[in-house]
Structures are given as structure tokens and as C-alpha cells.
């Protein structure tokens, strides 16, 4: 529902900046009440390097207004080196960003129009530096809502995944995030300083995938922004939102479990996106639940939303398998704290005759997959806008690929909560290998529903800071612990668990055609019994937004790519990655284009990255640069 009416009136600085010590300006755009001056209101800061005059202008329209609306200052601020701002942005998560964020909440702080209260949200990168932000803590910041984000920039980002590289999501961001930053400021908003501003992000703008790609384990790099370094760090309140359908929902157990601080966890059926929008639905009010939170923590008003249990998840339904859901069955769960106290999981067995809850033989089981297994994975990190394979689909083309274990037709409905886990003793055949694992709900029809999956590089088995490569022929134990998930298998349907060695494209083949045999295995399910107290949940209100965006900026965008991924089914050095990006901006007699291009392949020892920038202001050519960089691959 759109939303015209607020109890305060609201006005917009559309563009202002604020000084850094160093000299450096940072663009920032706010909403506030009218009389925000005569009575101040806290500040709720979204620090993003995506550009508030085009990159989220209609997202922020949806939600900043409606903040504001109801007594905050609502603030985006340009990263440094993005948008508006001066500078160039030299990497993910830097400590100039944090830095600069530090000194952002002071200025906000400081205002006329401000408490002295702020608050910080924001997803996926927001949600990232909202975390890291809190955990450097800055003395105005009273709480955080951080949404699709992670506390492990290692294991629970898009670069690495269990060890693995990931390959579609991580060169897909990698490119897009290449591209983005290659964009200039806007004349209107920054006058005849954009050239100067736009020649130095063009000669400054690292290629961050070749970074990434030079830290293939979990070293001080990765380290750096993680935020389960040290929970303790953290002083605040934390609201931690996400959705199964997402990349990042793993790290909101962690947060709950592990942080000292009060805090709330919310799991809906959502994808990559805000939850007042976001598919597949059900889409929830969740400007109304950060202003319950907001009004707790900023304002000291009795809102009720710490009287409520720790944990709200959605509990989904068995459905068919689609590569897109406008909506997910199902309905809400809740856990008074995290982990629960009162149950264990329920193990099964890996045997000849599948999985069983009993101990039975089980004849040596090898797993070599074709590299093309896979196919129905679907991305990553879904966005849940109904494009291209964005959804895991029906498993079956990649199962019938696999090596399975499964059940028989379950005799009654089981539902289960949290994180799968299994664990094997297994031998290779080569010193590096990767193993997948798939949790799936067969339905009757035959149709495979993933429900969870894992990836573990066997390198890491041990540890993702000092993978040791694996001696052939020898027996080893490892855990694989599968992505946390909240599900419902229906009396009828099977329970099956598929395990493969590769899983293209969204992991990077390891280095060897490798043949893994399991000797002995456990699935340990997180069943969560029915809770009388769960039909007694209050409902979450519909969705509100603001107004939509009206676009005066007069700016022409075109915007063409291409993005190919290839493999041959027996070579797993055959994988290759490429994406083309070009981008138009055009008002008046004011034109800027811009093109970048990557290539990933491989051999046995290193990765070969390829890329491109090429810039052009009108018909002139003002930037060009070329990388060709050879990469040693370490057991990944």
C-alpha cells in the first residue's frame, strides 16, 4: 500500500555534502520532518556505493520518505569514490569507508535537526557496513537493523563459498561492481568538477576480481570486516532481516547465537530485497517493524518489539519447483532465543538401501560427477525479479547426474528449522576435490524441490585458513554443514540427499576430474516439532511504501551486456566466464559512455583474468586500460 500521508510533514535536501577531516566531500541526500529544526528527531544513516542520484533513487524513494514521515532523519550518503562523492573507492569494505563512516555519524550527530541519536540500516552492502560499523563503535549510534548481509566475509560471501570458488556469482559481481564504479558524478549536482572527478575513478578503479582471486583462503584480507572475529565488539542492539530465498540468511542464526547484545532475528521466504518488496511474497510491513524497533532503541517509546520471541521465520510449504515464485505457502514460526534448547536433530543414516534411521551396511559409494551437474542450481544470490534461471528449478536433470541417498515415502508431515548437517568418512583420488550436497523434497510425482545445499572444498575440511591437500587413499572425516533453512516435508514425499563434485556454474570446478568414495555417512535434520504457541503469533502488518520516485533528472541511460559461461562435460580446466558491460549516460549536450569486459579461464595451476575498461566523453576516448593477470590457484 502507498502511503500519502505522515504525521509530519517532510522535506528533501536532495544533495548536500559533508566535509571530511582529510578535505574529502561525501554526497549525502536527506529526508526530515519540516520541523525537525524547532523539534529534533534521530538519525537513521543507509551508507551505500551505489549512487543516490540514479543507482537506488526509486528504492529510496519507496522507503526514506516514509522514515521521515514518521519523525527521523533519513540519510543516504555515496560511499567515497562513488555517486557524488570525491575520491576513489579502492575496495569492498576498506577501513577509509569505515573511517568515513565514523565521521558521518558524528556530523549527523551534530546537526540542529538531530537528537544526537542514529541509527544504521541497510542491505546487502549497507548491511555489510552496518555490522563492521556498529562493531567500531561510534558513540552515536545507538542500534542497527542490517538486512541479507554477512558476519564472515569469507565463508558466507559471494567469492567463497565452503572453500570453493564461487564462479557465476562472484565474476556476475565482480564485473557489475567493476562497471559501477566507472560511473561519473552528475554535472547538475557537482558542476564542472565531474570530469576531474570521473578521469580519477576511471585511473583509480582497482580490478577488484583479480584481489579477490589473489586470496584463496581465509587470511588477513578476509579477516578485515568480519565481524565474528570478535562478536564482543559489537555494543548495540542488532535487528538482523533476510530471507531463505537469499544468499546471506546463514549469518542471522550466527548473529543470534553468538552476539551478547539484544537482539532480534526475522527470516521471511524473500530474496535479495528489502522485505516491503520483495518476492517471492509473502511481502511484509517492514518499515512498520523498523519503526518499532527505531522507536524502541532511538526513542525510548514502549513499542513491545523486544517482548517478542528472539526469532520469527517463515516455515515453508512443500511447493512445486520454479526458477520464480511471486509467492512461497507457508507460515510464520517464532523461537523465544537461538539455538533452541529443547530439541536435538534427528539423524539418519547413509546406507545401501538410502537413508534410514537405523544403522545398516554401506558398500563403498563413489561420487564423480560430470562438470555439468548443476544446471539447476539457479544463482547464488537470488533477486527475485523473474529473470533467467534465477531459482533453483526441479532437481532432477542434475540428481539423475548425482550419486542419491533417500527415504521412504515419510509416513507423517515433518518440519524442520536451522542448518543440516552431514558428516562423512570418505577417500579421493586426487589431492584437491570438492564435494556438493543437496537436500532435497521429492514429491510424489517425482518432482525435486531443493530445500538446502552445502559446498565444501575437502582441501579446507579442516580449516579455511590452512587447507592441506587431501593424500589419496586415505580415510578422512569431514563435516558439511548445508544452508539454514526452514521447511515442511509433506507425509508422502521423500527426503533425498544428492551429492556431486561439481556444481557448474555457480562453483568454479576444482582442478581434477576427481572420483570422491564415501564409506560412511550421517544426515542430522533440525526437525522442529509444531509449538502450540505459534498459532497465537501477531500477525505482521501489510506492506506500506512511500510514493515511488518522479525521475527529473533528464538523463538518458542505455545500458548493453552479454554475459557467457562454458565448460566441456570430462574437463574441468575447460570453464570459462566472460561478461561484457557497456553504459550510456546522456542530457543535452552532455554524453559519457563507457565499456568493461572480464574473461576468467584456467589451467590445472593458476587462473588467467582478462579485462577491460574503455571510456569515452562524447566522441573522445579520455580513459583505456587493459589487465592480463596470471593467478597461482591454491588448492581451490
Known amino acids: 500500500m502507498i502511503v500519502t500521508s505522515f504525521p509530519r510533514a517532510v522535506r528533501e535536501i536532495e544533495h548536500t555534502t559533508i566535509l571530511l577531516k582529510d578535505g574529502t566531500q561525501l554526497a549525502a541526500r536527506i529526508w526530515l520532518p519540516e520541523d525537525a529544526e524547532a523539534d529534533p528527531v534521530p538519525a537513521l544513516l543507509e551508507y551505500l556505493p551505489y549512487r543516490k542520484r540514479d543507482g537506488t533513487h526509486e528504492r529510496d524513494a519507496l522507503t526514506h520518505p516514509y522514515l521521515a514521515g514518521h519523525g527521523y532523519a533519513a540519510v543516504r550518503v555515496d560511499i567515497r569514490g562513488s555517486g557524488e562523492s570525491e575520491g576513489v573507492l ?61 558476519d564472515d566475509r569469507y565463508a558466507g560471501d559471494v567469492h567463497y563459498m565452503g572453500g570453493a570458488k564461487l564462479a557465476s556469482a562472484d565474476l556476475g559481481w565482480g564485473g557489475f561492481f567493476f562497471a559501477d564504479m566507472c560511473h561519473p558524478p552528475d554535472p547538475l549536482l557537482v558542476g564542472e568538477r565531474w ?50 530465498t537469499d544468499g546471506y540468511t546463514n549469518a542471522i542464526p550466527r548473529l543470534l547465537e553468538r552476539l551478547d547484545v539484544p537482539r532480534k532475528g526475522l527470516i521471511g521466504p524473500w530474496a535479495h530485497a528489502y522485505p516491503h518488496f ?52 507457508g507460515r510464520w514460526v517464532a523461537e523465544p532465543a537461538w539455538p533452541p534448547h529443547d530439541r536435538k536433530p534427528h539423524r539418519l543414516f547413509l546406507t545401501d538401501l538410502g537413508l534410514s534411521a537405523v544403522i545398516a551396511p554401506l558398500a563403498p559409494r563413489n561420487v564423480r560427477s560430470p562438470q555439468t551437474v548443476g544446471s539447476e542450481a539457479g544463482e547464488w544470490c537470488p533477486f527475485g525479479r523473474g529473470r533467467g534461471r534465477d531459482q533453483a528449478g526441479d532437481q532432477r536433470p542434475d540428481d539423475i547426474r548425482s550419486s542419491l541417498f533417500e527415504t521412504p515415502p515419510l509416513d507423517e508431515t515433518m518440519e524442520m528449522l536451522g542448518a543440516p548437517v552431514v558428516t562423512l568418512d570418505l577417500v579421493c583420488d586426487k589431492p584437491v576435490a570438492n564435494l556438493v550436497v543437496r537436500l532435497c523434497d521429492v514429491h510424489p510425482s517425482g518432482e525435486s524441490l531443493r530445500v538446502s545445499f552445502g559446498v565444501l572444498n575437502l582441501t579446507h575440511r579442516d580449516s579455511h585458513a590452512a ?30 540427499l544428492a551429492f556431486s563434485t561439481t556444481y557448474w556454474p555457480m562453483v568454479w570446478p576444482a582442478p581434477h576430474d576427481a572420483t570422491v568414495t564415501i564409506l560412511a ?112 590457484r591454491d588448492m581451490v
Open 467 to 496: 587447507p592441506t591437500p587431501l593424500v589419496p587413499g586415505e580415510r578422512y572425516r569431514v563435516r558439511l554443514q548445508l544452508n539454514d533453512c526452514g521447511a515442511t516435508f509433506p507425509a508422502g514425499h521423500r527426503i533425498r
Open 278 to 329: 520483495a518476492k517471492p511474497g509473502p511481502q511484509i510491513g517492514f518499515l512498520q517493524e523498523m519503526l518499532r524497533w527505531w522507536g524502541h532503541w532511538l526513542k525510548g517509546k514502549p513499542t513491545g518489539v523486544m517482548d517478542e520471541p528472539m526469532l520469527r521465520a517463515w516455515m515453508t510449504a512443500s511447493h512445486r519447483p520454479a526458477t520464480h515464485h511471486e509467492t512461497l505457502p
Open 90 to 150: 579502492s575496495d569492498e569494505y576498506s577501513q577509509p569507508e569505515l573511517d568515513d563512516a565514523l565521521e558521518v555519524i558524528a556530523w549527523l550527530a551534530s546537526q540542529p535537526w538531530c537528537s544526537g541519536a542514529v541509527g544504521m540500516f541497510g542491505i546487502s552492502w549497507g548491511g555489510f557496513n552496518a555490522l563492521q560499523v556498529a562493531a567500531l563503535q561510534p558513540p552515536a549510534l545507538k542500534a542497527i537493523v542490517t538486512l541479507c548481509s554477512t
Open 195 to 244: 570530469r576531474e572527478m570521473w578521469l580519477k575513478r576511471l585511473e583509480g578503479v582497482p580490478l577488484f576480481l583479480e584481489r579477490w582471486l589473489k586470496h584463496q583462503r581465509r587470511d588477513a584480507y578476509w579477516r578485515h570486516g568480519s565481524v565474528c572475529e570478535d562478536f564482543s565488539a559489537i555494543k548495540c542492539p542488532v535487528y538482523a532481516v533476510g530471507g531463505w
Open 521 to 632: 555417512g550421517t544426515l542430522d535434520l533440525p526437525w522442529r516439532p509444531s509449538r502450540p504457541d505459534d498459532a497465537a503469533l501477531p500477525s505482521l502488518p501489510a506492506a506500506e511504501t512511500a510514493p515511488p520516485a518522479h525521475d527529473a533528472r533528464g538523463v538518458e541511460v542505455g545500458t548493453d551486456g552479454k554475459y557467457h559461461l562454458d565448460i566441456k562435460d570430462d574437463d574441468p580446466t575447460s570453464a570459462v566466464a566472460e561478461m561484457r558491460r557497456g553504459e550510456t549516460r546522456r542530457r543535452g549536450d552532455w554524453q559519457v559512455r563507457f565499456e568493461t569486459w572480464m574473461r576468467l579461464t584456467c589451467t590445472r595451476d593458476a587462473f588467467r583474468l582478462q579485462a577491460g575498461l574503455l571510456a569515452h566523453e562524447g566522441e573522445k576516448e579520455v580513459c583505456r586500460r587493459e589487465w592480463d593477470c596470471a593467478i597461482p
